[in-house]
């Protein structure tokens, strides 16, 4: 206080309530701009265009793994386009081969995976090991498969097909 008396000190300009509401506003409307897929889609892309995948393509993704003599192979569909990828990664620490079955095979799709390389995989001995199949080129199609380890033996199916298919098994 001074001897003139109690100063009256004015109360900076505040925006209060008011100037709270539109940063809520805007966070609630960021929040909500998240895709219905967490993400995933564009998390597939980003991956696929890592592996020098075409622009556009995804990563689908089958873990191999098991226990005892039992293989699994998931998921056991995959729905993918021309043009996408499908990584087979191991999440134990067995030894896990893929193989494509010829005599399951379309000509046409036997001849690109003789071609290009891919009927089967090298043996993926470490956890984390993985083959990449590459969709480049590829003929639409059901690419049967058969994953192997420590005796035990799994079954799936690549199609490959229409983009709009492509979905329900993207990496997450």
């Known amino acids: ?3 003139s008396g109690p100063r009256k000190f004015k109360r900076p300009a505040s925006l209060g309530g008011a100037g709270l509401l539109p940063f809520l506003c805007l966070g609630f409307l960021s929040w909500g701009c998240e895709p219905p897929d967490g993400g995933a889609r564009a998390r597939a892309q980003a ?26 192979a998931v998921p056991t569909r995959i729905l993918a386009a021309p043009g996408d990828g499908v990584e087979f990664r191991t999440v134990d620490h067995r030894v896990h081969t ?17 071609e290009s390389g891919q009927m089967a ?12 199949l590459r969709l480049q080129n590829a003929p639409r199609g059901r690419y049967l498969f058969r994953s192997e380890g420590h005796g035990g033996v799994a079954f799936g199916v690549v199609e490959v097909g229409n983009s ?7 990496v997450h």
Do not use: K, W, Y
């Open 1 to 3: 206080m001074s001897r």
């Open 47 to 72: 991956e696929a265009e890592a592996l020098g995948l075409p622009t556009g393509a995804l990563l689908h993704r089958v873990t191999l793994g098991g226990r005892g003599s039992e293989e699994h």
């Open 98 to 114: 893929i193989e494509f079955l010829a005599d399951s095979l379309t000509a046409e799709v036997r001849g690109f995976l003789e």
């Open 121 to 132: 995989s090298p043996p993926l001995v470490n956890r984390g090991a993985r083959f990449i």
């Open 164 to 170: 709009t298919d492509a979905e329900s098994s993207q």
